[in-house]
């Protein structure tokens, strides 16, 4: 069962970046910018504005090499990044994309003082069905517009999003695992 559990992952990654491809190839092609799911004009969109995620933290631990080998996380951690000075009304919002496709939005958007932090990032819901299974940590660039379906989903419905809202764009991403 194993053995299958990951060709099918390996399926559904191979099938997202085909799919991610094509949505990047057409808003190349038109001179725009694949935001959620609408191709904007080069004009509206801000650059990435440099925002990447440098660090995850917990238990006294600082991994900043994930790209060289899995790393399995607890519950909660704390994620740490930097950005460039981000145009007027965009916001970075951490985000974590759960096995299910649901994009959950952390409390708040972080303060943006070029470095960030955002401690108690929750990794799923701490039911055991979850351990050993991949979570995707975004780091998020939001106008007005996605900072308010973010800030309501985060606050109020705790649903999780079945995709980003038009207006958002991830910067930056670590996929874990959780122990």
């Known amino acids: 069962m194993r053995n299958e559990e990951i060709r099918t992952r390996h399926s559904v990654k191979v099938f997202l970046a085909v799919i991610g491809a094509i949505a990047t190839g057409l808003g190349i092609f ?6 959620g799911h609408d191709i904007l004009p080069p004009d509206s969109m801000p650059p990435n504005a440099g925002v990447r995620i440098t660090e995850l933290e917990f238990e006294g631990k600082s991994i900043t090499d ?33 096995p299910n496709m649901r ?15 955002l401690d108690s990032v929750g990794i799923g819901l701490d039911r055991t069905d ?27 419905y705790h649903l999780g999003l079945t995709s980003l809202p038009s207006g958002a764009i991830i910067c930056d991403q670590v996929i874990v695992v959780r122990r």
């Not at 080998?69 to 974590?96: F, N, Y």
């Not at 050993?132 to 900072?147: I, M, P, R």
């Open 103 to 117: 994009y959950y939005p952390q409390r708040e958007p972080i303060d943006n003082k070029n470095g960030w932090r």
């Open 130 to 156: 979850e351990t050993g299974k991949q979570f995707s940590v975004c780091a998020v660039l939001a106008n007005e517009d996605a900072s308010q379906e973010f800030y309501e989903d985060a606050t109020t």
């Open 66 to 98: 994930w790209w060289s080998s899995i790393v399995e996380v607890p519950r909660e951690i704390a994620v740490v990044g930097t950005s460039g000075e981000l145009p007027s009304g965009w916001k970075i919002w951490v985000c974590v994309l759960t």
């Open 30 to 35: 038109t001179g725009g910018y694949l935001v």
